[in-house]
Nanobody
Framework: QVQLVESGGGLVQAGGSLRLSCAAS????????MAWFRQAPGKEREFVAG????????YYVDSVKGRFTISKDNAKSTVYLQMNSLKPEDTAVYYC?????????????????WGQGTQVTVSS
């Protein structure tokens, strides 16, 4: 069992930055692939970024490539999402998720554990 708690969301102007954190409790965090998803009002939840259990591989949706960076600190049982050059279309609730599969997958149904979400709002 893994519990995930996100933090770091907020209101920021377009072009600004935020760093989201996801603290995990429970066993074997270091063996989980971690990902960030987001859900905007009226839209389906979508994959944003993922990192494999060793931290050696990352994958991003095209719309955030070059702007967002996912990282994982196994010693702190925490995964981060650094978001730069934010755009109004990045506004959404951001969710952290954990997957016992060793490689990054982009389908939300593949993920075993979820956090409660943190709101990110980017004003124009």
């Amino acid at each position: 069992q893994v519990q995930l708690v996100e933090s770091g969301g907020g209101l920021v102007q377009a072009g600004g930055s935020l760093r989201l954190s996801c603290a995990a409790s429970g066993r074997s965090f270091s063996t989980y692939t971690m990902a960030w998803f987001r859900q905007a009002p009226g839209k389906e939840r979508e994959f944003v970024a993922g990192i494999n259990w060793t931290g050696s591989y990352t994958y991003y949706v095209d719309s955030v490539k070059g702007r967002f960076t996912i990282s994982k600190d196994n010693a702190k049982s925490t995964v981060y999402l650094q978001m730069n050059s934010l755009k109004p279309e990045d506004t959404a609730v951001y969710y952290c998720a954990a997957d016992r599969f060793p490689s990054v997958r982009t389908t939300q149904g593949d993920y075993d554990y979820w956090g409660q979400g943190t709101q990110v709002t980017v004003s124009s």
